[in-house]
């Protein structure tokens, strides 16, 4: 049997020095963080739920992966670099091989990051993973979501809507063969945080705002346009569809493409004289990046076709407390 403190021990507290930033890591009350001098700390929260983020029996190993995907994939979206971050952690049962897979799966995304367990607290109750993130940047540099301008660019990281398709189909909505079946679960489970392009897009000032889209793009770009009071026209048409949603019939392609959910890919706005800088950073980190629609002085999110006739596709976002 283990007990609390030996399972912090064994799966959770590694044998290793800590990193630069950490002047004190797991074992006491809290944990000390020592940013870069002159640097301001970026700080988010994702708690992934049992039922309502994953399926029950979801692979440990992935899981420990995507709870913190989704975390870093916030500090991606400011531009910051991460630090560390800490693990609350509500468990059923103390099982050794759930364990094991879950904190592998955990520290090989954190280790490409350099991004350090710091602390964090552990429970018995039904499985629950809340992570809280550091990351920095410096001043002045975040890509805020009240910073778009009239005249950006609307730019999309990656590619959308093949972790909702997943979803569809593990609902039986829609049928799909065995290797887009293996290709969008692998989009679900196991997002790449853009780290390196949001990073690229603050410290070159690229970009005037950005956000990931977590709970679909039509339903997060209004956070854009809400904070920073203007709207936008969207080409449905032009976003990147994910390779397998590509293969899908026009409408499904446009919904899941538009208000999917679970991208975990970056919307930002940018200038139009740095179409050419965007495109080289994107290249530089092997991430592709594609143009979607322009900031408008006009409020309200327009969605339009390739023609660049108005769609009513009547889409929203993920929203866990609306009845839909
Ligand atoms: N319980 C809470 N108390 C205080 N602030 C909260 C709480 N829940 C969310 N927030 C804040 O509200 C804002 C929106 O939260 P939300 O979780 O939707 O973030 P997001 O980045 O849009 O989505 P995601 O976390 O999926 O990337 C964030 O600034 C977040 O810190
Ligand atoms: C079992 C299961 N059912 C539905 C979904 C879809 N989903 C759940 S939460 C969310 C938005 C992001 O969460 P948050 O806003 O809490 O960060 C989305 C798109 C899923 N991933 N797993
Ligand atoms: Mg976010």
């Given at each position: 049997m283990l007990s609390e403190f030996d399972l912090i021990k064994r799966y959770?507290?590694?044998?290793r020095a800590p990193g630069p930033n950490t002047a004190l890591g797991i074992g006491d009350d809290c944990a000390l963080l020592s940013p870069t001098p002159g640097k301001v700390l970026a700080i988010s929260s994702d708690m992934l739920v049992e039922d309502r983020h994953f399926f029950a029996g979801a692979d440990p190993y992935t899981l420990g992966h995507k709870c913190l995907a989704v975390n870093l994939s916030d500090l991606a979206a400011m531009g910051a670099r991460p630090l560390g971050f800490t693990l609350a952690l509500s468990l059923p049962a103390a099982e050794p091989d759930w364990l094991d897979a879950f904190s592998r799966g955990l520290f090989a995304l954190a280790d490409a990051h350099g991004c350090e367990l710091l602390g964090g607290d552990t429970t018995k109750g039904p499985l629950n993973v809340c992570i809280t993130i550091f990351g920095e940047l410096a001043p002045g540099q975040a890509l805020r979501r009240d910073a778009a301008r009239v005249g950006d660019d609307i730019w999309i990281s990656g590619t959308l809507g093949d972790a909702r398709l997943w979803l569809a189909a593990r609902r039986s909505e829609v049928a799909l063969d065995a290797a887009d079946h293996a290709a969008t679960g692998q989009r679900m489970h196991a997002p790449a945080p853009r780290i390196a392009l949001g990073r690229l897009l603050a410290e070159g000032n690229l970009a005037h705002a950005a956000l990931d889209i977590s709970d679909g793009l039509v339903g997060d770009l209004k956070h854009i346009l809400a904070a920073s009071r203007v709207g936008a026209v969207l080409d449905v048409d032009a976003l990147p569809a994910g390779p397998a949603l590509a293969r899908q019939p026009i409408g499904l392609r446009r919904r899941f493409a538009a208000a999917?959910?679970?991208?975990y890919e970056l919307c930002f706005t940018a200038p139009v004289a740095q179409r050419e800088a965007i495109q080289a950073a994107g290249a530089a980190c092997g991430t592709a990046v594609t143009r979607v629609g322009s900031i408008t002085s006009e409020p309200g999110l327009r969605l339009v076709d390739g023609d660049g006739a108005e769609l009513d596709l009547q889409l929203a976002g993920w929203d866990h407390f609306s009845p839909g």
């Open positions: 959770f507290q590694r044998d999917g959910g679970d991208d």
